[in-house]
């Protein structure tokens, strides 16, 4: 069953000092904060992600490469410093 979802454009970055800008799909009535506060996921889905000032991250198997684009990426949410949305 396919549930319906608001795209948000985000920046995120990681305890590993990665910086991520891509895609969240957060079920239609949840704000961004309600989906990524939902204690039943430990893990976020970013769609047409792109990773920037990358160094050494070992995380994301990307090793002294200064950009990476992937279609999906999943993060594990306590690894999350911020997180913000951007407008469109």
Same mark, same amino acid.
């Given at each position: ?17 990665? =910086? ?22 430990? =893990? ?6 792109? =990773? ?7 995380? =994301? ?28």
């Amino acid at each position: 069953m396919k549930v319906p979802t608001d795209k948000k454009k985000v920046n995120i970055f990681c305890s590993d000092n990665s =910086f991520v800008t891509g895609i969240i799909h957060v079920p239609q009535g949840l704000r961004l904060l309600d989906h990524f506060n939902n204690a039943n996921e430990n =893990f976020l889905v970013v769609t047409e992600a792109f =990773f920037q000032n990358l160094r050494e991250v070992h995380s =994301f198997k990307l090793v002294k490469e200064l950009k990476k684009q992937r279609s999906t990426v999943i993060l594990y949410k306590s690894c999350i410093k911020w997180i913000e949305e951007l407008k469109k």
